[in-house]
């Protein structure tokens, strides 16, 4: 009997896919070997999962199509989730310097290749784009709100090493924090002003969250008022900056309908 021979399917044929194979290999060893669980550890797989079917649907549509461009999209902003979800990571010591730099340059190439196919599947182009994308570093890293988003996560580690190891309200500032920095990350990557403001939004929201545990724990007495002042700050300058941003946003987007 003759041994069948597998057939490439069209996604397989492709070198971001086999990049996109090592990159999740290295986060799933991330998530794997983390020294605490996290919720960024949660967002990470779940952003990797995502960028890797979209990028199947989207290979399968018609060049120049919207379902093409929307799957392709989303696989995009799925690469930014990963990226941030990485900085929290190492902002809450889940994860080393080396394998943090290796994930986030892996990311970058998925994200240059993507918007290759994009900018090729507009044009009605039959190959991937190999060129080459500058720095592995995301837009969104150089936002002051993301860098202060991520400065909010560093004081929540250290406080939470002061809270008693199986405190419920770990978890929930674990996940408030996470998402603000992700939803900032996310947000930026979006093209049309509406998107970017749901996800900033969302953003504002999860701060705002960060606040009512802090003040709820000084109320139940389980810190002290001093303690959180510097946590506080934090979180009311990112909803400054994100209130902020989203106004501009939509100034913008009443003067240029």
């Known amino acids: 009997m003759r041994e069948q021979t597998h057939q490439k399917l ?3 044929r492709l070198d971001i896919y086999r990049v996109y194979l090592e990159t999740a290999n290295l986060c799933a060893d991330i998530v794997a070997n983390a020294p605490c669980p ?11 999962e995502s960028i890797g ?7 399968v549509q018609p060049a120049g199509s919207a379902a093409r461009a929307n799957y392709l999209d989303v696989a995009i902003g799925s690469t930014h989730e990963c990226a941030a979800s990485l900085d929290v990571c190492l902002a809450r010591c889940g994860v080393d310097e080396s394998a943090h730099t290796a994930g986030t340059q892996n990311l970058w190439r998925i994200r240059g290749m993507l918007l290759g196919m994009k900018r090729a599947s507009i044009s009605l182009a039959v190959r991937e784009e190999h060129a080459q994308y500058g720095a592995s570093k995301f837009p969104f890293a150089a936002l002051d709100m993301y860098q202060l988003s991520l400065d909010g996560v560093r004081w929540i580690q250290q406080f939470v090493e002061e809270l008693a190891p199986q405190s419920r309200t770990q978890r929930k500032l674990d996940t408030s924090t996470t998402g603000t920095v992700l939803n900032i990350a996310e947000g930026h990557g979006r093209e049309t002003v509406a998107d970017q403001n749901r996800f900033m939004k969302t953003a ?3 701060a705002y969250q960060t ?3 802090l003040d709820l724990m000084a109320a139940r007495n389980e810190t002290a008022e001093h303690r959180i002042a510097e946590g506080k700050a934090t979180q009311v300058r990112i909803i400054t900056m994100l209130h902020a941003w989203c106004e501009r946003n939509k100034q913008r987007d ?3 309908p």
């Not at 996290?38 to 990797?48: K, N, S, T, Y």
């Not at 079917?53 to 290979?59: A, D, F, I, S």
């Open 211 to 213: 606040l009512l545990m």
């Open 53 to 59: 079917v979209n990028l199947m649907r989207g290979n």
């Open 10 to 12: 069209p996604h397989e």
């Open 204 to 206: 504002h929201e999860h």
């Open 254 to 256: 009443d003067q240029h």
């Open 38 to 48: 996290i919720v960024a550890l949660d967002h990470l797989d779940r952003a990797m």
